[in-house]
């Protein structure tokens, strides 16, 4: 399964984590696993190079693992782009279920 977690502070985001495979079919296959990592990666990608927002990130494509850090505020362009994903991750969490994928959007106090 596919565990992505964005965390927020007051309504801001401060942090995107993902990890695992959604094991949907076998690998080079698995359409839910690509609908999500292209989302992720998209997002991250397209916040670097057209927003003035700095993201730390790192990655692991072994294990599926993402971990990005939002540690100053985002232009409105980063929150923009991180609204559409997190639209796409409910879309894609609402046709193929929990047992594929778990996304949540939480508060937290900080990061």
Do not use: W
Not at 92 to 99: C, E, S
Request: a neutral charge; one cysteine or more; hydrophobic letters at 40%.
């Amino acid at each position: 399964m596919i565990s992505i977690t964005i965390s927020k502070t007051q309504g801001v985001y401060r942090q995107l984590s993902c990890s695992g495979h959604a094991m949907y079919d076998k690998k080079g296959r698995d359409i839910v696993c690509a609908a999500a990592s292209v989302l992720v990666i998209n997002t991250l990608n397209a916040i670097e190079k057209l927003t003035d927002t700095k993201v730390v990130a790192s990655s692991d494509a072994t294990n599926g693992n993402i971990l990005a850090v939002f540690s100053e505020p985002l232009d409105g362009g980063a929150r923009l782009l991180l609204d559409a994903m997190v639209m796409g991750l409910e879309e894609i969490k609402r046709q193929y279920g929990k047992r594929y994928i778990s996304f949540q959007v939480r508060e937290v106090e900080s990061c």
